[in-house]
């Protein structure tokens, strides 16, 4: 029973990992980018949401209302004011440009937060719990993994039953051509990095109130979202969720063999379905 | 007919300079201090892992964001390979580069399945594995580490002095040998369709160049090396333990943030690099955070609007190289 | 001819170093159907991209309906009223058929055309609306690149190269519909290597070689000579 518990908690875990994923899926879909500053983006959100709280006394979910297009604002001026200016056939400009991103928000976190650990108080919900068939679920993480499916789902609606989605497709197909139909594509991928930054902010909160954290988390989150996409395959945000859903649930089941042991299964697993499935589990697009 | 050479003024100047700086600099345990040698040797490491880091990332287009595995397991075999096997410190670093090689073959053919920043992030997490695994050995310290034994420590010199002197040696002997392996292998054939994949990789593989070959060569002498300057550092540092070993910020951000500015892809850009990132730490040094802050700025904005870095600039304004890479024509007069 | 809708002065148009155009000066009146031949290499294409903006130019060496539009981006350009079918089609292959219409009309600009008039026009495209647009035949991708560039309502159409790759039943089909299309004065540019279709729908010609114009006329007073020694650059 116990390793059916750790496998369930597992499947729960992944719907975070999922939400780390999502955005950075969607953005390497719509222009080939990988923004290795995503989990310091997800820990900035967590940040955001702390301050949104203290200053409003509000709860974390109330804090979202603010943080989401706190972040959508940061994700469009941050990809026209600096990450356009990396797209091309050069692979080195976007990840060296992120990389320093990435130091820079760390550090702008250190300098304003500390390095102590924080964490987001969501009251009740982090303490309830449901039975079903035995096993004991908290209220938290399942929220979280419909809230997971909820986003994934929104995104895939947004990507194909859109002319927002159109958008994204069209540009991601064929640049040029899509300007001809009047799409300016600086604005497009403004508009698609906005997208993934708001998700970012929901991951950021639902991380910020289920485990402490502190600005160095960051780069471990990016490795989880990463692993998640890879797992699931690429251009494919439901197999992104399954990606998410298998790192979690080894996690889960290498903590249960030790404790010190979770995040190297975890990490196990990647390393196997790299070796096996290169292209992960269903994918949709080649790297 | 036309003269075709390699060297230039410059570069003749740049040699006998060059001569007469490393002979200035290896008797510096005559006419240094303690610390100004600990400098040299740290300025000297950090030039041998950039060096390395811009042969694969500027040449191979191998961007890693993991090379910090070599740098910590390297410094590990060091510690395991005096401690358990007996072996004197510099043959275990030796060997520990040997060992290092070993591991990257098996790693890289799971490595080179992901392409451009996805590969980065998956060395990302090949350098993990290595930090948790490391912290599961008991014997090596487990997660807080372990200190060098002075037994141990005594065989680079019984005393004090001679130690310093010799570990300065060590560290200024790794940064010319490294520097002089680069530019040799640079300007050798290999070299070349080195160059010529960084140029255009389906252009080159046309030319029968076989990529994925010459990548991996150059991940593996590349780890191995930077596996010798990890058991170098830590030979210094004697202390080791997971965090400090497999270090980001210490052994991978700072090195591609010199590289970067210096300018990536030249043999002369991490030199430049290194120097700046030298000079800034004395500057900012009372500042903590600000430091990196600072660095992560002006990597992006050397990214964005000078590319090429700072020797680049140079480069370009003067139309100048120190190590003969590149071929010129002289036309007949 | 009255004020031109198109005026191009002094086109130059550069590849990084390397030029394409140089010094073109070119007229189209409203509702002309203008036919553009040349080799392989001329500039056609060239031309097509600078007159949509997808090469950057002077503002003044493209005037169009008296606004110069050189220095404006695609986007801006199509917003003005300009649609270019591209050499080779290049639908998108992530957007069904369907969809490949409805983004050609993302522009917004009211007029004649809309999804159900575009069907009419082409039916077998109705049929096959859901389908990956990838998944159509040479000649049904062509309607649909059509389709896209009519959805945006444009007032100047530029066809580059319409009949690449097609059989010459299919060619005939298309050229065929083509009347009906710019029957609305609607102006147009057509870029042909098949010198015979292009004469048969335009009413004037103009021959690039080079880079230049080599030649330019009234597709009834041009002979078959002329063309020739325009085209390939025999001195006559």
């Avoid at chain 1, 975890?266 to 292209?279: D, K, M, T």
């Avoid at chain 2, 040998?177 to 040799?184: P, Q």
Wanted: glycine share 12%.
């Amino acid at each position: 029973m116990d390793w059916v518990n750790a496998v369930v908690q597992g499947v729960l875990l992944g719907g975070l990992y999922a939400l780390f994923a999502a955005g950075l899926s969607l953005i390497f879909g719509v222009m080939r980018l990988v923004n290795i500053a995503h989990g310091d983006l997800i820990v900035l959100a967590a940040y955001l949401g702390l301050s949104t709280t203290v200053l409003l006394g509000v709860h974390p979910f109330v804090a979202l209302l603010v943080v989401m297009p706190l972040m959508a604002g940061i994700g469009y001026a941050l990809q026209r004011g600096i990450l356009n200016q990396t797209l091309g056939p050069d692979i080195l400009p976007p990840l060296l440009v992120t990389f320093g991103l990435s130091v820079i928000i760390q550090n702008a976190l250190l300098e304003t937060y500390t390095a102590d650990p924080r964490k987001l108080s969501g009251g009740a919900i982090e303490t309830a719990s449901v039975n079903m068939g035995g096993i004991t679920m908290g209220v938290l993480p399942l929220l979280t993994f419909g809230i997971a499916v909820a986003v994934i789902w929104g995104l895939q609606f947004i990507f194909y039953r859109t002319a927002l989605g159109r958008g994204f497709r069209a540009v991601s197909d064929n640049q040029d051509i899509a300007q001809l139909m009047g799409l300016n594509k600086a604005h497009v991928f403004g508009v698609a990095m906005a997208l993934a930054l708001a998700v970012v902010a929901i991951a950021g909160i639902l991380l910020g109130m289920r485990t402490s954290f502190d600005p160095a988390i960051g780069g471990g989150r990016l490795i989880f979202g990463f692993e998640a996409v890879i797992i699931g395959g690429l251009g494919n945000l439901w197999g992104t969720l399954a990606g998410g859903v298998i790192l979690g649930v080894a996690q889960t089941v290498g903590a249960r063999i030790d404790p010190g042991f979770q995040l190297l299964a975890g990490h196990i697993a990647f390393l196997v379905v790299l070796a096996v499935r290169p292209n992960g589990l269903f994918p949709r697009v080649e790297h | 007919m036309s003269r075709v050479t390699r060297t230039t003024r410059a570069s003749r100047i740049a040699t006998l300079g060059g001569i007469v700086l490393l002979v200035v600099l290896a008797a510096a345990p005559y006419w240094a201090g303690r610390a100004d040698m600990r400098l040299m040797s740290e300025i000297y490491l950090y030039l041998s892992l950039a060096t390395l880091w811009n042969l694969m990332a500027g040449y191979a287009g191998l961007v890693s964001v993991g090379q910090q595995a070599y740098v910590g397991f390297g410094g590990y075999m060091l510690f395991a390979l005096t401690v358990f096997g007996g072996l004197n410190p510099i043959v275990a670093i030796m060997l520990g580069g040997v060992l290092a090689a070993l591991i990257s073959i098996p790693i890289a053919t799971l490595v080179f399945r992901l392409k451009g920043a996805y590969f980065a992030i998956g060395t990302w997490v090949i350098a993990e594995v290595f930090r948790l695994c490391f912290a599961q050995v008991q014997a090596l310290g487990g997660g807080s580490g372990s200190s060098l034994p002075v037994a141990i420590v005594k065989e680079i010199g019984v005393k004090k002095a001679v130690r310093e002197a010799n570990s300065y040696w060590l560290a200024l002997g790794a940064a010319v040998i490294i520097l002089a392996a680069v530019y040799v292998f640079l300007r050798s054939h290999r070299g070349l369709a080195l160059t010529a994949i960084r140029d255009s990789e389906t252009a080159a593989s046309g030319l029968g160049i076989d990529i994925w070959r010459t990548k991996l060569e150059v991940y593996v002498v590349t780890s191995a090396f930077t596996a010798i300057v990890g058991g170098l550092i830590f030979l210094q540092k004697l202390r080791i333990s997971p965090d400090a070993a497999f270090s980001v910020n210490d052994w991978t951000a700072f090195v591609i943030f010199i590289v970067v500015i210096g300018g990536i892809g030249t043999l002369e850009g991490p030199i430049v690099g290194t120097l700046l990132f030298f000079a800034l730490r004395e500057l900012l040094a009372d500042f903590g955070t600000i430091y990196l802050l600072v660095l992560g700025f002006v990597a992006i904005i050397v990214m964005l609007k000078a590319p090429k870095g700072v020797w680049g600039l140079i480069r370009a304004r003067y139309d100048l190289e120190l190590f003969p890479l590149s071929y010129r024509v002289h036309p007949k007069d | 001819m009255s004020e031109p809708v198109l005026k191009l002065t002094n086109l130059d148009a550069f590849y990084g170093d390397f030029q394409a155009l140089y010094g073109l000066d070119l007229g189209v009146g409203a509702g002309e159907v203008v036919a553009i031949i040349g080799a392989n290499g001329a500039g056609k294409t060239t031309l097509m991209r600078s007159i949509s903006g997808l090469l950057a130019n002077r503002a003044d060496a493209i005037v169009y309906k008296g606004q110069s539009i050189g220095t404006l981006r695609a986007d801006q350009v199509a917003a003005c009223g300009i649609a270019l079918v591209p050499e080779g089609r290049q639908l998108f292959p992530s957007l069904s058929v369907e969809e490949n219409l409805l983004i050609g009309g993302k522009v917004g600009r009211q007029g004649a055309w809309s999804l159900n008039r575009v069907y009419d026009l082409f039916p077998i495209l109705k049929d096959r609306r859901a389908q990956a647009s990838t998944s159509l035949s040479g000649g049904q991708q062509q309607m649909v690149a059509i389709g896209r560039a009519l959805m945006a309502n444009p007032d100047l159409i530029l066809f580059d190269e319409i009949s690449l790759g097609l059989a010459p039943v299919v060619i005939r089909q298309i050229y065929d519909a083509l009347p009906g299309i710019v029957s609305d004065g609607m102006t147009a540019m057509i870029v042909e290597q098949d010198i015979t279709k292009a004469l048969s729908v335009s009413s004037r010609v103009f021959c690039l070689m080079e880079g230049r114009i080599a030649l330019e006329g009234r597709t009834g007073d041009v002979t078959h000579d002329q063309i020739t020694a325009a085209y390939f650059g025999v001195d006559s």
